[in-house]
């Protein structure tokens, strides 16, 4: 086992889950339905925040399966360092989501009949747990960080499997409206 980075403060832990979950809520619930620049020539494509966006859940989605593999055979050093660059690339995905949105007109899904209620099923699932997972996710690192590892292990049988689905599911959303950001590039 890895000895813990941080000093246990459940109180202080509790406050900063709390306030960065709801803060990255509301901005993102806020900035993603508000756009400030549209139309804006930036000179480059503004799409190409939405395929970094999937390339970014995609990292993700390996990264978290590697990570799996990882603890299970009990290599925890690399488990933790696959687990904190899963969490930068989080991070960043959420600069460009943000960004994306900020920039690009909305791009409506074109698609019909069964795979539009495919689309719609998946992008509704995966919106909804994309907007929970965030404190699971920061609990559970918290736990790992504290040397907490049973409760570390008994969070992360649930964040694990819901942060892997939100992450593939952002690059099936992704690769499902693409083509209908062509006539924009």
Known sequence: MLT???K????QANILIWTVSMVVFVAVAF???VKFFTGLNLGFNVHILA???????????????????AVKGKNFKLHKTLMMVAIVLSVLFLVSYIGHHLLA???????????RMVYFFILITHIL?????????????????????????????????LWLYVSVTGVIVYLMISPYYLPHL
Do not use: Q
């Open 129 to 161: 747990l994309a907007t929970c997972i965030l404190p699971f996710i920061l609990y559970t690192a918290y736990r790992a960080l504290t040397g907490e590892y049973t409760a570390h292990k008994k969070l992360a049988h649930y964040t694990w499997p």
């Open 8 to 11: 246990k403060n459940d109180r």
């Open 51 to 69: 395929m970094l966006n999937g390339i970014i859940n995609g990292t993700v989605s390996i990264l978290l399966v590697w990570a799996l593999i």
């Open 4 to 6: 813990p980075a941080l």
């Open 105 to 115: 007109e909305e791009t409506k899904y074109g698609g019909t009949g069964t795979l």
């Open 31 to 33: 900035l993603t339905n």
